[in-house]
């Protein structure tokens, strides 16, 4: 059990974003607001999932949108703990512990606001050790738990809960409710108990999050190659591997907000032969160069600015740009057969089978 506070949060808003791989929602705002609530009501405890009891009522929680829309779309400082407010009602019980769902941009950071503003505590762990486009894609559905019943809360005040028994159809159907919420809603979700938290969470994300941002913004402060820094510290961790793709600028950028998702494709040119092409679906999913795939789902692409190794979410990718992008293997947990089902290569639409990006060129 450790506490979360003030001088915590600039780093672990830059570590999500990394592990955000473009997506998740720029954390900016989420951390003003997330600032704010512990200025006002303290620091947030943050429990291991071995600290969990047997029984205790865990929610996955979080926003649920377009990350191109956030950065135009203040979220409402009642709109995330409404949504947990509305699951508490709905199932008669408060919620021990929160959780988030991706170890994402403001989705790393939202659960700590939420934790701060109602006297809850977080869980360091999340459902898909990155950011993932859609509600089903996260390991707590993969291993039995189910994302049912669930809150989604807009800024007016609304609340809605679905009670689905296919997480799939459920994204479908929360995905249209979110875009008539204005392509942006709060989401409560997977209420478990502690023992099934144990087995279907990824493990230690949030505290990743925090000490991937405190690499980066030590190497800054010591004038060292922050990729090297990184890779190394990556290699510690049950990630384990970690490479520089590419360095270039950005030549092309295609992206629009469509069917409640940013997405499109930037194509980086540098002076290591072909240009590298990256698609994205909110989160960068593959990579490719001369048509060799480079790295692809589950497995991480991250897109960071060269000279400062700040991470670069997708709605903030623009032409011109000097980019060094990197690769990242995922955690076992992720690249079993039933997680590629659902959140590899096939689960995009790809044609591609997973190849692990320390086995690829």
Request: hydrophobic share 45%; charged share 20%; proline share 5%.
């Amino acid at each position: 059990m450790i506490k979360i506070g003030l001088d915590d949060l600039e780093d672990l808003a830059l570590g999500a974003t990394f592990l955000g791989t473009g997506g998740g929602g720029d954390p900016y705002i989420a951390t003003l607001m997330t600032r704010r609530a512990i200025e006002t009501h303290g620091p947030v405890t943050m429990l291991t999932l071995d600290e969990l009891a047997d029984d205790d009522l865990v929610f996955a929680c979080g926003n649920l949108g377009a990350p191109t829309v956030a950065i135009e779309k203040i979220m409402g400082i009642d709109q995330p703990p409404a949504a947990v407010l509305a699951l508490e009602k709905h199932l008669g019980r408060r919620a021990d512990a929160l959780m988030a769902f991706e170890a994402g941009g403001s989705n790393s950071m939202m659960p700590l606001y939420i934790a701060a503003t109602l006297g809850k505590p977080i869980v360091d762990a999340d459902g898909m050790g990155r950011a993932f486009p859609e509600m089903q894609m996260v390991t707590f559905s993969i291993y039995g738990a189910s994302g049912s019943p669930f809150a989604l809360a807009s800024e007016h005040g609304d609340t809605v809960i679905l009670d689905i028994d296919d997480d799939k159809r459920a994204e479908y159907l929360a995905r249209g409710i979110a875009i008539r919420m204005g392509a942006r809603s709060a989401k409560a979700s997977y209420p478990m108990d502690g023992k099934t938290a144990r087995r279907v969470a990824i493990p230690g994300t949030t505290s990743l999050c925090q000490a991937i941002g405190a690499n980066l913004r030590q190497s800054r402060a010591q004038n060292r190659e922050p990729f090297a820094a990184l890779i190394e510290m990556l290699s510690g961790t049950h990630y384990g591997h970690a490479k520089v793709l590419y360095a270039g600028k950005v030549t092309d950028l295609s992206r629009e907000t469509r069917d409640g998702w940013a997405m499109g494709k930037v194509v980086i040119a540098g002076d290591d032969g072909a240009p590298l092409e990256i698609q994205f679906q909110n989160e960068f999913l593959s990579a490719r160069q001369g048509g060799s795939l480079r790295a692809i789902v589950p497995d991480l692409v991250c897109i960071l600015d060269s000279e400062m190794a700040q991470p670069i979410t997708t709605e903030r990718l623009r032409y011109g740009q000097r980019v060094t992008v990197m690769a990242v293997s995922a955690p076992p947990i992720m690249r079993t057969e039933a997680a590629l089902a659902v959140f590899g290569p096939a689960g995009f639409g790809m044609e591609d089978n997973f190849v692990p990006v320390e086995d690829l060129e």
